[in-house]
């Protein structure tokens, strides 16, 4: 039996979750052995590599890009290098499930940023999802000299620098390839990488590291192409919501790989948060069904 266009979609979405946690697993075991810069560096390499040539073959290059265009996407791969650095950095010192859960409030970010600062519309019910959502990250990072730790720190900052970059690819002409601004954000990542891997130092790769850096490119191809194919498949409320099984994935894993689980805090904090952007997406999507109702 064929599957309906939400189901594939959704089974789409969670491909991709999985995927990208799998990609954040390896580069943080590479990390406690190989410098930051040269493991960025080394996986930007053939990820870099993967999505030129795939940019490529669907004759991405060919395409005239105006001039604004062409700013927002070297905007973008500013915003690009500055979340990953700042992801690398919490990933290497901190639990995969607590940084997992910080990120998970950027929907709510997303959201709130757009409204302060591209005038959207936002109601009183997502503005109380958004405050709820605060709430729930103070919650996980506990700021304070008992709980605070300056990598969670770190791991919202990286969340902010991506939800800019998200809002700065709103802007752009929606006839510009995905996969081409994905390729142009991994070469700035790639060069940063070069540049900060001349600095840091450089040193050999056991064959256990190699390995891992590939499969982290490859799980990070593979989470690029399954996310945007899930968005453009079925309704955006009923897939968006399974992007918080990234953070499912990211307890068991940060379980069974590093053998460290979130406290309580942090499963309460991250609970708030799932449930806030969870009834954001959906709010957002039935309000877009109506004004597309409207319309019509």
């Known amino acids: 039996m064929a599957l309906s266009d939400n189901a594939r979609g959704a089974l789409l979405m969670n491909v991709a979750m999985i995927a990208f946690t799998l990609n954040d697993t390896a580069m943080k075991a590479v990390m406690q052995q190989v410098p930051m810069f040269q493991a960025m560096t080394l996986r930007g390499v053939l990820s870099t590599a993967a ?3 795939l940019a490529w073959r669907l004759g991405a290059f060919a395409i005239v890009i105006a001039a ?5 996407i070297g905007l973008r791969g500013v915003f690009e290098v500055a979340s990953t650095l700042a992801f690398f950095a919490a990933l290497r010192n901190m639990p995969l499930a607590n ?35 605060f709430i729930g990250v103070l919650i996980i990072i506990r700021p304070g000299p008992e709980g605070f730790s300056i990598w969670a720190g770190v791991g919202l900052v990286a969340m902010l620098f991506v939800a800019v970059r998200d809002l700065v690819t709103r802007q752009m002409s929606r006839s510009i390839p995905s996969v081409l601004v994905a390729a142009s954000a991994s070469l700035a990542v790639l060069v940063t990488g070069l540049a900060g891997a001349v600095i840091e130092g ?3 790769v056991a064959w256990r590291e190699a390995l891992l850096i590939l499969f982290s490119a490859g799980m990070l191809i593979v989470g690029y192409l399954t996310i945007v194919a899930a968005m453009r498949v079925g309704d955006i409320g009923v897939v968006a919501p399974y992007r918080y099984m ?10 069974m790989i590093f053998g460290t ?7 309460v904090g991250a609970g708030i948060v799932v449930a806030s952007g969870i009834y954001t997406l959906l709010r957002e999507a039935g309000l877009r069904r109506r004004r597309v109702q409207v319309t019509g």
Request: aromatic content about 14%; glycine content about 6%; cysteine-free.
């Open 246 to 255: 990234a953070l499912v994935w990211a307890i068991f894993l940060g379980w």
């Open 68 to 72: 604004r265009d062409r700013r927002f």
């Open 99 to 133: 940084l997992s859960a910080i990120m998970q409030a950027l929907p709510l970010v997303v959201t709130l940023v757009a409204a302060l600062f591209l005038r959207e519309s936002v109601g009183w019910r997502r503005t109380l999802a958004i405050i709820a959502g």
């Open 51 to 53: 999505l030129a040539f």
């Open 261 to 267: 689980l979130p406290d309580g805090f942090t499963l």
């Open 202 to 204: 450089w040193q050999p």
